[in-house]
């Protein structure tokens, strides 16, 4: 569960922006930032988040392009079992989390399943 505080929200990973349309309605008040590598994954978010004034798509790999900013909540959904070294990759994940940050990871997808 986001924490009802959190003013800045990154959607790591976040694939056709659905999670971040449902953040960016749920929390108008919070800026949420939604980061994907695949061009056509962010094209699409683009044309669903649109709307949402509270909300920003970002073409990156990981959280290489986000160094420079901190945020309170951070989700990563059904992207670590595509991650070469997932453990290496989630610790990267405090360089871009504010001290007090929490951070949501839902894995859905086995990794044998694709």
């Known amino acids: ?27 108008p008040k919070s800026e949420v930032a939604l980061s994907d590598l695949s061009p056509g994954m962010v094209r699409n978010s683009q044309r669903r988040l649109f709307r949402y004034r509270n909300a920003r798509v970002m073409q990156g790999n990981w959280v290489d392009p986000l160094r420079q900013q901190k945020f309170d909540c951070i989700v990563v959904k059904n992207s670590i079992h595509v991650l070469l070294r997932p453990e290496a990759k989630l610790l990267r994940l405090r360089d871009v989390l504010s001290p007090q940050g929490s951070i949501i990871i839902c894995e859905t997808v086995a990794p044998a399943a694709i």
């Not at 959190?6 to 960016?24: K, M, Q, V, W």
């Open 1 to 27: 569960m986001v924490p009802t505080g959190a003013r800045r929200i990154l959607d790591l990973c976040g694939g056709n922006g659905e999670l971040a349309e449902h953040l960016a309605r749920t929390f």
